[in-house]
């Protein structure tokens, strides 16, 4: 994936994102609600997540422990196993947070040895998700906490929303500064 192609996706996702946080429609924030205990999104997410993960292990190279990849790929197939059986809760937010570490990882490699002001607003906003991505796996339960406290403060959701759809704008706006920055 090129750097232009990054932004421009990322961009448009947080503006789609940021739109429907600012317009605050009930069936958005209903769904958001539902989110972490769905049954549904558990499946489609975490599935997907499980199975990119150990596509990846499948790729390990001799550098990266290629030599034990099978094992590794038991150990990851088991581990999913056992949580989807074992331990459903959340199990949505924790699918969600791997996928975004792995797209985190796609647009890091699209940035990587690009100009330093072409990449940063990209960069530093991909660092941003690695944190919440983090941060929601180890806790998911505070995703329902941020949806009710967004749902109670209209006005800071508003503000989040619109803050987010203007930086999604730029996002989509910056690869055309690209040219203008090459010698």
Do not use: H, K, N
């Not at 990054?6 to 958005?28: D, E």
């Not at 038991?74 to 570490?101: E, K, M, Q, S």
């Amino acid at each position: 994936m090129s750097l232009v192609a990054a932004c421009l996706l990322t961009g448009l996702a947080l503006l789609g994102f940021g739109s429907f946080l600012s317009l605050g429609s009930p069936g958005f924030f209903r769904a958001l609600e539902r989110f972490p205990r769905s049954r549904t999104a558990t499946l489609i997410l975490f599935g997907l997540a499980t199975v990119l993960v150990l596509y990846e292990v499948t790729q390990l190279g001799e550098a990266d422990f290629g030599r034990y990849r099978w094992w590794l790929f038991a150990f990851f197939a088991a581990l999913a196993g056992g949580a989807w059986f074992l331990v459903p809760d959340f199990l949505g937010i924790r699918g969600l947070a791997v996928l975004l570490l792995l797209i985190a990882a796609e647009l890091l490699r699209a940035a990587y040895l690009e100009p330093p002001t072409s990449r940063l607003f990209l960069v530093g906003f991909v660092y941003f998700v690695i944190l919440a991505a983090l941060y929601l796996a180890a806790v998911p339960y505070r995703f329902r906490d941020g949806v009710e406290g967004l749902r109670a403060r209209p006005v800071l959701r508003r503000v989040l929303g619109t803050f987010t759809a203007l930086y999604g704008v730029g996002l989509c706006v910056l690869p055309l500064s690209f040219g203008a920055t090459s010698p």
